[in-house]
């Protein structure tokens, strides 16, 4: 097998995007070991993929990770337990979590969604298609409209022509 016809096939960027049968990784990972322009175009689809995650990704408001911080302190925080000898008689309410809300609070600085630009057109699309069919709906409805018009001018027509 070509080593270059293997590289431009798309099994290392399968095997990157983790879609890769546990057969291709195999061999992958067999080739990886026996030849060394696997190996580096494998080094270099992985860190283009790092840097494209990189400059996708969404910095958090600065004050996310001391909420984090504090709903984990308080989440790991050690409550004492004390010793407790089996009593008769009534019996004593159950334990209750000293908190209800186990959710940790992240404020957004925006209220916006970021889209892919690819999505951009698709919605632009959808917008153009929706009013095309509007425009049919309301063509549509008018001839209709007509037609129920001529139909029962029509049926009064062949009224008239029948009790002469």
């Known amino acids: 097998m ?18 890769a049968s546990e057969k291709e990784a195999r061999e992958l990972l067999d080739y990886k070991e026996r ?20 400059a996708m990704a969404i910095k958090p408001p600065p004050t996310a990770w001391q909420k984090i911080e504090d709903n984990l302190n308080e989440l790991i925080k050690p409550e004492p337990h004390t010793l407790r000898l089996k009593e008769h008689g009534p019996k004593k309410e159950e334990y209750k979590k000293p908190r209800e809300q186990q959710f940790i609070e992240v404020e957004a600085e925006s209220n916006l969604m970021r889209i892919n630009k690819a999505w951009k057109w698709v919605f632009a699309a959808v ?11 309301i063509y549509f409805y008018l001839e209709n409209r007509q037609a129920q018009k001529q139909l029962d001018e029509m049926k009064i027509e062949m009224r008239q022509l029948k009790s002469r």
């Open 35 to 54: 030849y060394p322009e696997v190996k580096q175009a494998l080094f270099e689809l992985e860190v283009d993929m790092e840097r494209i995650a990189q």
């Open 2 to 19: 070509n080593i270059k016809e293997y590289i431009d096939s798309g099994a290392l960027e399968a095997y990157v995007l983790g879609s």
């Open 127 to 137: 917008f153009v298609l929706g009013k095309i069919f509007l425009g049919f709906a």
